[in-house]
């Protein structure tokens, strides 16, 4: 077996029958008995928002029907999630609404070229959104990715998402529920994560813009830099300024708040801001240390093959 693939479930935990019972499930707590009950592991996030309740994250979930009660009854409002990919047999493709765009947008055309079929059920999202579920086929991993441009995003291996009946409260102070709006009633289609993503995000060469500051260039000069940068530019002028404090060796959460806030400013979301900044400090800290004085790594290594 390779770092690619994994062993499928050996057996089937979900059904028709299964997704009803998900969506009539009156509580998330009730929701989790029975998700834990049918081999599928659950955790429970703060009441309200997405944010896991336990220690570990969704690392944490499990289908021990006791651990499950205990949580539970220790957090009786928690919200309820599931990991995605192997862990549970579905992989999700989340449909973003954002006040910035709307991933409907992108449906129709990835429908068209083939790489959206049939969805086992699909979710209604608090956001105005939607989950689209596809049971997991095959043993080739599916890591999940974003592509905040396109407001869609993928959660398989290394993923979670909140479940029906869990309710998050949204910008404008109200409560919107998960809610379970169709369940397939044909075969349903498996999906090919890495297909799509190339069709939302098409791979572009990563050259660095001609005005980018130097390494060690103090941070306010890299956050007056990408505050400037226009419409086009926004997503790549972060990344690449985010690439020259990893190199310089600022923490990532000085970065977070020095870059992020201008980024903000520019006209990206806090949540495309913080994809961004999070994606350049893996690369640049994973190429190591500049080995020359001024050469740039991070993403002008066209080895790492970075989509920007």
């Not at 169709?182 to 005005?211: C, G, H, I, K, Y």
Request: hydrophobic letters at 40%; proline letters at 8%.
């Amino acid at each position: 077996m390779t770092d690619s693939t994994r062993h499928v479930p050996s057996s089937p935990r979900w059904s028709p029958a299964l997704v009803a019972d998900l969506e009539q499930a009156a509580t998330p707590a009730s929701a989790a008995a029975v998700l834990a009950s049918a081999g599928v592991p659950v955790f429970p996030c703060v009441p309200f928002q997405k944010n896991p309740l336990t220690e570990h994250g969704f690392h944490d979930a499990t289908t021990k029907e006791s651990v499950v009660a205990e949580w539970w009854r220790q957090w009786p409002d928690a919200n309820v999630a599931m990991p995605t990919g192997f862990a549970s047999g579905v992989d999700v493709v989340d449909i973003d609404v954002h006040a910035s765009g709307s991933g409907f947008d992108a449906l129709q055309p990835a429908r068209s070229a083939g790489l959206l079929g049939t969805p086992a059920w699909v979710v209604s999202t608090p956001s105005g959104g939607m989950h689209a579920c596809f049971l997991r086929a095959g043993a080739v991993e599916q890591r999940s990715w974003q592509v905040p441009g396109r407001h869609v995003d993928f959660r398989g291996d290394g993923g979670y998402v909140v479940l029906p009946p869990s309710t998050v409260v949204q910008p404008d102070g109200e409560v919107h529920p998960y809610r379970v709006v169709n369940v397939a009633t044909r075969q349903p289609d498996a999906v090919d994560a890495n297909a799509l993503r190339r069709f939302l995000e098409p791979a572009r060469s990563a050259r660095a813009p001609a005005d980018l500051p130097n390494i060690g260039a103090r941070p306010d000069r890299l956050a007056s830099w990408v505050a400037t940068r226009g419409e086009g530019e926004r997503n790549r002028g972060l990344f690449w300024a985010s690439c020259r404090m990893a190199e310089s060796g600022e923490r990532f959460d000085i970065a977070a708040t020095v870059l992020g806030e201008a980024a903000q400013s520019a006209g990206l979301t806090e949540r495309e801001a913080m994809t961004t900044i999070r994606s350049a400090y893996r690369i640049a800290n994973r190429l190591g240390p500049p080995s020359v004085a001024g050469e740039r790594l991070g993403p002008s290594r066209a080895a790492e093959e970075v989509r920007l």
